[in-house]
C-alpha cells in the first residue's frame, strides 16, 4: 500500500487524513487544536488522534497551511528590510526600514544607472541588528535580474540573515507588486521555517522516513526546499486545498466552495472542475501582489473571529482573530472566576472589549517593549488573566493600557468572545466550557442592555448574515465588478430588506444563488444551513468536510511553469532573451527560441525535481505575437512568450490515464 499523511496547519484547528493513493481511500482522519505557540505539539497530537499504527508505507507527507495568509492579514511575521533599487516607493509598503538604491533598468534590460556599491554597502549595514530578513526588488528585474543578484551578493556577504529577490518569485511586470510580494516573502520565512521544522520533528518521533510536500496557492505542490525559499507562495494554500478536498469530497463541477476556518473564511468559484486563476495575483491582507494563485476571496470571518459591540450596541464580528473564551476557560478554570468581576457596564472601553482576556505566547526581545509592556508580560507568563485583573493588579486606568502591539508581535494573544463561544452559549457545541462563553454572552449582552438571549440571537443573525454577504460578494467579485457590498450604504440598504427583514417594511428583497455551495470546514454545520436558506441556494456538506483542507493536501499534483520571453533588440534584426536567470542578446528569433526552449526545458526539470517531483512531463507553450502592419510586407514582430510546464500527476490519475490508455487502444 503506498500511503500518504495530509496534515493542514489552521489558525485554529490542524487536521490530519491518511489517503491511500490507488483507491483514492480515506482511511482515518483527526483533529486537533493548533498549537500557535509550539505548532509541533497541535501535530502531535493530531498524528497521536489518528489512531494509525502503519506509517512504515507513508510514502508522502503533504502540508496546506493558513498560517502565512493568516500573517499578512493580522499584519504578523518578522522584521524586514527592504532594498529598492532604481525607485522610489510608488505606495505603502509592509515594512518599516527600506533604502532606495541607484541602478535599475528600462524594457531592453539595459541600466538605467550603475550600482553604487559604496551606498549599497552602507545600507545594508545600517540594516544590520534591526531586521531578521532582507528582500531586494529592481526596477524592470524581470527584464534584467543583475542588480538584484548583485545586491543579493552583498547581502549575503556583510549580513547572515535570509535573503529573497524579487525576480526569483516573480516574472509579471508592476514594480510595486514585485516589491510587496518580495518584502512579505521574506517576512513569512521563519513562519513556514517554523512549520515544517515541526512537522519533521513529529515525524522523526514517528519514524516516518517520507519527502515533505506543501500546498501552494495554486492548488500544486512544492518541494519542502521551495516551500522555505518562497513563502509566499503558500498564501492562500488552505483555501486551495479547501478546493481540492472538496471537488475530490464531491465530485461536484459547478459550485460555490466556502471553507470556514478558524480566522477566515475563503471562497472560490469553481467552474468546469478547476477554480479560475487569478493571473494578475493574489491579493491578501490589502496587499496585492504577484503571486499565481486560485481566484480565493479570503474574509475575516470565522469560527474565532473577534466578537465586539460598539458603542452604539451595534455587533462587529471579525475581522481580528482571538482565542475563544470557552477553550481557554476550559484550560485555566480560574478565569472564569475572573471574568465574574468585571468593569462597570457604563464605563466606556477605547481599545478594548470588556470580554478581553490575554495570555503569554512566546519569547521576546526586551528591547523592543516599554516597561509597562514588559510588566503585563511577566504576569502573564504566570498564566492568562482577564483585562480587568491586569488593570486591578497593576493600578492602572483600562484605556491606559494597549496591548495590541505585544498582540501584533505575537508575544500575546487576545482571548474574547467568538462565534464559538456562541455556538457554546447556544447548546449547539459543548467541546469547551460553556460557562466561560455564557459569562463572555453575559458581559457584552449586560453592555446593551438586553437579554443574553437577545444578544445570542443578534450575533448568530449577524453572523449567518455576514456569511450571506461573504458569498455574494465573492459572485460580485467572479464577475469582474469591484463594487464593495459592506461599504456602499445603497446596497446594504437593501442587503438589509433582504437578509434581515421587519415585519412592517413596505416591500421585500431575495437573493438566489445559482449553484450549490459546498460548505469546508469545522462549523459550516453550524452556520451554513441558515445561510443557504437565505440565499435559495443548496447546500452540500460533504462526509469528512471538516478535514478537507488535509484531504486536499494529501490529493494535490506538482506543477512547475518555467517562462521565457523575448523582445525585439534595441538594433533590427536582433532580439533579447529576458529569463529569471539572465538577459541575453541574440542575432535571430530563430536561435533565440532555441536556446529558451533547450534552458526553460532545463530550469522546468530542475524545479520539479526540487519541488519533489520523480515522474514528470513537460509541456509546452510557445505564441509568437504579430501585429499587422499596412506599411510593410511583414507583419511587424511584437514577442514571443515560452512557457514550460512540469507536471507530475498523482499515482491514481498516472493509473486512470494507463488504463484509459489500455482501453482507447483496444
Request: charge should be negative; glycine fraction near 8%.
Given at each position: ?333 480560574y478565569l472564569i472566576d475572573e471574568l465574574k468581576l468585571n468593569f462597570d457596564k457604563t464605563y466606556d472601553l477605547m481599545f478594548a472589549q470588556a470580554t478581553d482576556c490575554f495570555m503569554f505566547l512566546k519569547r521576546f526581545t526586551a528591547e523592543v517593549l516599554s516597561d509597562q509592556e514588559k510588566e503585563v508580560v511577566k504576569i502573564l ?12 493588579r497593576m493600578d492602572i486606568d483600562p484605556n491606559l493600557l494597549n496591548l495590541q502591539h505585544l498582540v501584533d508581535l505575537g508575544i500575546l494573544a487576545r482571548v474574547s468572545l467568538t462565534p464559538t463561544d456562541i455556538l457554546h452559549a447556544r447548546g449547539i457545541y459543548d467541546q469547551w466550557s460553556r460557562e466561560a462563553a455564557k459569562l ?46 459592506k461599504s456602499t450604504p445603497h446596497i446594504m440598504y437593501f442587503m438589509q430588506k433582504a437578509l434581515s427583514p421587519e415585519q412592517d417594511q413596505s416591500f421585500d428583497c431575495s437573493f438566489t444563488i445559482n449553484m450549490p455551495v459546498i460548505g469546508i470546514g469545522a462549523p459550516v454545520r453550524a452556520w451554513l444551513p441558515a445561510m443557504a ?134
Amino acid at each position: 500500500m503506498s500511503l500518504v499523511l495530509g496534515i493542514d496547519t489552521g489558525g485554529t484547528y490542524t487536521d490530519g487524513v491518511v489517503v491511500e493513493r490507488k483507491s483514492k481511500q480515506i482511511l482515518t482522519k483527526a483533529k486537533a487544536l493548533t498549537t500557535r505557540e509550539d505548532l509541533s505539539i497541535g501535530i502531535r497530537n493530531c498524528i497521536a488522534n489518528l489512531d494509525f499504527e502503519d506509517f512504515k508505507n507513508i510514502s508522502a507527507v503533504s502540508l496546506s497551511t493558513t498560517l502565512a495568509t493568516n500573517a499578512i492579514v493580522e499584519g504578523r511575521g518578522c522584521e524586514v528590510g527592504l532594498l529598492m533599487i532604481g525607485c522610489n516607493p510608488i505606495d505603502s509598503l509592509p515594512v518599516k526600514h527600506y533604502y532606495v538604491l541607484p541602478g535599475g533598468h528600462n524594457l531592453k534590460g539595459r541600466p538605467n544607472a550603475e550600482l553604487d556599491l559604496a551606498k549599497t554597502r552602507q545600507a545594508i549595514c545600517e540594516l544590520k541588528g534591526k531586521v531578521d530578513a532582507v528582500a531586494i526588488s529592481g526596477y524592470l528585474s524581470v527584464r534584467n535580474p543583475e542588480h538584484e543578484i548583485a545586491v543579493m551578493r552583498l547581502v549575503t556577504e556583510i549580513l547572515d540573515l535570509p535573503v529573497v529577490c524579487a525576480h526569483q518569485l516573480t516574472t509579471s511586470l508592476g514594480f510595486h507588486e514585485r516589491t510587496v510580494t518580495a518584502a512579505l516573502n521574506a517576512r513569512l520565512i521563519p513562519i513556514i521555517t517554523e512549520l515544517i521544522e515541526s512537522v519533521k520533528k513529529v515525524l522523526d518521533e514517528r519514524g516516518i522516513d517520507a519527502p515533505i510536500m506543501v500546498v501552494k496557492g495554486d492548488g500544486c505542490m512544492m518541494g519542502e526546499a521551495l516551500a522555505r525559499e518562497k513563502p509566499i507562495e503558500t498564501i492562500l494554500s488552505g483555501p486551495a486545498s479547501s478546493i481540492i478536498g472538496g471537488t475530490f469530497l464531491t465530485q461536484c463541477d459547478n459550485a460555490l466552495v466556502l471553507d470556514m476556518g478558524g480566522t477566515t473564511t475563503d471562497i472560490a468559484i469553481l467552474q468546469n472542475g478547476v477554480p479560475k486563476i487569478n493571473q494578475e495575483g493574489a491579493t491578501v491582507g490589502g496587499w496585492l501582489t504577484r503571486v499565481q494563485a486560485a481566484q480565493i476571496y479570503t474574509y475575516g470571518l470565522g469560527g474565532d473571529s473577534y466578537i465586539q459591540v460598539s458603542r452604539d450596541g451595534a455587533i462587529q464580528v471579525g475581522p481580528q482573530r482571538v482565542w475563544p473564551l470557552c477553550v481557554i476557560g476550559y484550560q485555566y478554570p480560574y478565569l472564569i472566576d475572573e471574568l465574574k468581576l468585571n468593569f462597570d457596564k457604563t464605563y466606556d472601553l477605547m481599545f478594548a472589549q470588556a470580554t478581553d482576556c490575554f495570555m503569554f505566547l512566546k519569547r521576546f526581545t526586551a528591547e523592543v517593549l516599554s516597561d509597562q509592556e514588559k510588566e503585563v508580560v511577566k504576569i502573564l507568563q504566570a498564566g492568562p488573566h482577564s483585562l480587568h485583573y491586569l488593570t486591578q493588579r497593576m493600578d492602572i486606568d483600562p484605556n491606559l493600557l494597549n496591548l495590541q502591539h505585544l498582540v501584533d508581535l505575537g508575544i500575546l494573544a487576545r482571548v474574547s468572545l467568538t462565534p464559538t463561544d456562541i455556538l457554546h452559549a447556544r447548546g449547539i457545541y459543548d467541546q469547551w466550557s460553556r460557562e466561560a462563553a455564557k459569562l463572555g454572552v453575559e458581559i457584552l449582552a449586560t453592555r446593551t442592555k438586553e437579554s443574553s438571549e437577545e444578544f445570542i440571537r443578534r450575533a448568530s443573525e449577524q453572523i449567518v448574515n455576514d456569511l450571506c454577504i461573504t458569498c455574494l460578494q465573492s459572485l460580485v467579485g467572479c464577475e469582474g465588478q469591484s463594487m464593495k457590498i459592506k461599504s456602499t450604504p445603497h446596497i446594504m440598504y437593501f442587503m438589509q430588506k433582504a437578509l434581515s427583514p421587519e415585519q412592517d417594511q413596505s416591500f421585500d428583497c431575495s437573493f438566489t444563488i445559482n449553484m450549490p455551495v459546498i460548505g469546508i470546514g469545522a462549523p459550516v454545520r453550524a452556520w451554513l444551513p441558515a445561510m443557504a436558506e437565505k440565499m435559495n441556494t443548496g447546500l452540500i456538506i460533504p462526509e469528512h468536510a471538516e478535514v478537507a483542507n488535509a484531504v486536499g493536501a494529501a490529493t494535490g499534483k506538482i506543477m512547475e511553469t518555467v517562462k521565457v520571453l523575448i523582445k525585439p533588440g534595441e538594433k533590427d534584426g536582433t532580439y533579447l532573451l529576458h529569463a529569471s536567470w539572465e538577459c541575453k542578446l541574440f542575432e535571430n528569433l530563430a536561435a533565440a527560441v532555441l536556446y529558451a526552449m533547450a534552458k526553460a526545458k532545463e530550469q522546468a526539470a530542475l524545479a520539479a525535481s526540487k519541488a519533489g517531483a520523480k515522474e514528470f512531463e513537460l509541456v509546452v507553450n510557445h505564441q509568437d505575437k504579430y501585429a499587422q502592419s499596412g506599411m510593410k510586407e511583414k507583419d511587424l514582430y511584437i514577442e514571443s512568450l515560452i512557457e514550460i510546464t512540469a507536471v507530475e500527476r498523482p499515482e491514481w490519475e498516472r493509473q486512470e490515464i494507463k488504463e484509459k490508455f489500455f482501453v482507447d487502444c483496444i
